[in-house]
């Protein structure tokens, strides 16, 4: 065989096995391995600078819902040069997911480019804060509502250590929270821990998780959460009613007006299913709180359906209403609705 014929053919067998293994790589990872220019990062690199929006999921369910999903997705549009890191307590590692992650959530969310997957390690989050020496003597097995504990204590920590923005997966970003150290009221005196942002190492935090500890009630629900916030929010400021749509001030921290987050309240959370004459356009609001606790009927966005959650999805989370919205037989149509990209 001619020498030149010989080198081309020895080409093209390195080119087919190279191809091959690409392929082979491909199809193991298209569900369990996350973008190696992601897994590369290490989360002091990603939230270092302060600047992160932060969620978790404190079970260890792995397949974000919808509603999660379009959480996600809507604060990685409004905030796109920021880094957007969801927290899983069942992820095990940051570069491999597990055999059974399977949602395509996590297909979704991993193709965002400022979005990131970390797991949940609590031992080592609460290590250097008040919350350690209790989360090691906790007996979790006897805890009522230890999903939400664990949450109410997590997402202190994260934000008192690297800063940014903590909101719950059930919270649908519209436009960016121009503050840097904020509590959202969801009533007059009331705050809530479900949207909150301060910069590292702030004192407010430091003292929430002191609180947390030495006043730790958990068949108390939300004492460990937002009626924590509201206590603490009470020592270091004197509150008054909110005059019209305006915030509240105290020292170097923000008291945001219910409108802010919370426009439609909880005792009203169904109006997000219905339909409406007219939308209202939230031009007071930073985010929406879908009260996703308070549905226990099992509510869902249902393509077509022209509710006001629904066109919510359309126009802020466009690629989770594309791929994970089922119509009205249990059909995903993969087809967007007009006004998204």
Known sequence: MPKGLRLSLSLILLLSCGLLYQLTLKSSCHFSCLPPYKSQQGLEAILGKGRGIVFLETSERMEPSPLASCAVESAAKIYPEQPVVFFMKGLRDSMQLPPNATSPAFSLLSALDNVFLFPLNMKR???????????????????????HVSSDASRLAIIWKYGGIYMDTDVISIRPIPEENFLAAQASQDSSNGVFGFLPRHSF??????????????????????????????????????????????????????????????????????????????????????????????????????????????????RTYRDLIQGPEGLVTGKLGPGNT
Not at 292 to 308: D, F, I, K
Request: net charge negative; charged share 20%.
């Open 125 to 147: 989050l609460f290590e250097d804060t008040p919350l350690f020496s209790w989360y090691t003597q906790i007996n979790i097995s006897a805890e009522r509502h230890w999903l």
């Open 205 to 318: 935090l430091w003292e929430c998780m002191e609180n947390f500890v030495e006043h730790y009630n958990s068949d108390v629900w939300g004492n460990q959460g937002p009626n924590l916030m509201s206590r603490m929010l009470r020592v270091w400021c004197k509150l008054k009613d909110f005059q019209e749509v305006s915030d509240l001030r105290c020292l170097n921290l923000s008291f945001l007006h219910p409108q802010r987050f919370y426009p439609i309240s909880y005792p009203e959370w169904r109006r997000y299913y219905d339909v409406w004459d007219t939308e209202p356009s939230f031009n007071d609001s930073y985010a929406l709180h879908l009260w996703n606790y308070m549905n226990q009927e099992g509510r869902a966005v249902v393509r077509g359906s022209n509710t006001l959650a629904e066109n919510l999805y359309r126009k802020h989370c466009p």
